[in-house]
């Protein structure tokens, strides 16, 4: 049972760099996210992905983008990393009921993380 | 502004005791829900508990309960007999109803000493 699955686990990059990172979830999702956590900080969101084919923009999104590339996976894109976006990242995903949302357990189901440096 | 505050950035408490971890939030939208996860020092993140907005009681999950307040918009986080494992940093997030998206407060590390 894999739930959610995100690769690579580390990866060092220099700065100007570009890396994409993937995520997949086996869940039947409809809704996946990605944010990131710096040290000692709490998650914050930098895309998500409400539903297959649409994309929408978090706290943090400058310096990313991401492709929603089926319902099964969500990938993170850093066209030209810089030391700045050295942090944890983390994919998640959970159901979401739809355009109507009554609060109902919607618990997000989270990857592994990759920890991400940049030099 | 924050829409989750958690204004404890550390805590302790004796092995077998409670303690109650502080969450609030800031929303104008009627349905929501909120969570805490747990994140040991391995990473992960875990869930514990959800509560939503328009459940009249408060939620409960074994050793985990949360102290709801709808009217001053609080959700704080109970672990009862708490134990060495519970040692780690807890997240309160809250998921908007419109949006569906969920945001986090900043944590609290809690150390539970034997």
């Known amino acids: 049972n894999a739930g959610v699955t995100q690769t690579p686990k580390f990866q060092v990059l220099k700065t100007g760099q570009s890396m994409t990172l993937q995520c997949a979830q086996d869940?039947?999702?409809?809704?996946m996210y990605w944010y990131r956590q710096d040290p000692g900080m709490g998650l914050r969101l930098i895309y998500y992905?409400?539903?297959?084919?649409?994309?929408d923009k978090g706290e943090v999104p400058n310096g990313y983008n991401v492709s929603r590339l089926n319902k099964r996976e969500f990938s993170l894109r850093l066209e030209s990393a810089a030391p700045s976006q050295t942090s944890v990242y983390f994919c998640a995903s959970s159901p979401r009921q739809g355009a109507k949302f009554i609060a109902t357990n919607e618990k997000l189901f989270f990857g592994s993380g990759t920890q991400l440096s940049v030099l | 502004a924050q829409k989750i505050t958690q204004t404890q950035p550390g805590m302790f408490v004796q092995e077998k005791e409670a303690v109650t971890l502080d969450c609030t939030y800031d929303?104008?939208?009627?349905?929501?829900?909120l969570f805490w996860y747990k994140q040991p020092s391995s990473g992960e993140m875990i869930f514990l508990i959800y509560?939503?907005?328009?459940?009249?009681q408060n939620a409960t999950e074994g050793r985990y309960s949360l102290n709801f307040q709808k009217a001053r918009k609080s959700a704080n986080l109970v672990i009862s007999a708490s134990q060495l494992g519970d040692s780690a940093m807890y997240f309160c997030?809250?998921?908007?109803?419109?949006?569906?998206?969920?945001?986090f407060g900043d944590g609290t590390t809690l150390t539970v000493k034997p």
């Open positions: 869940m039947n999702h409809n809704s």
């Open positions: 992905s409400a539903s297959e084919g649409t994309t």
């Open positions: 929303t104008s939208d009627p349905s929501y829900g």
């Open positions: 997030a809250m998921r908007e109803g419109y949006a569906g998206k969920s945001t």
């Open positions: 509560q939503g907005s328009y459940d009249q």
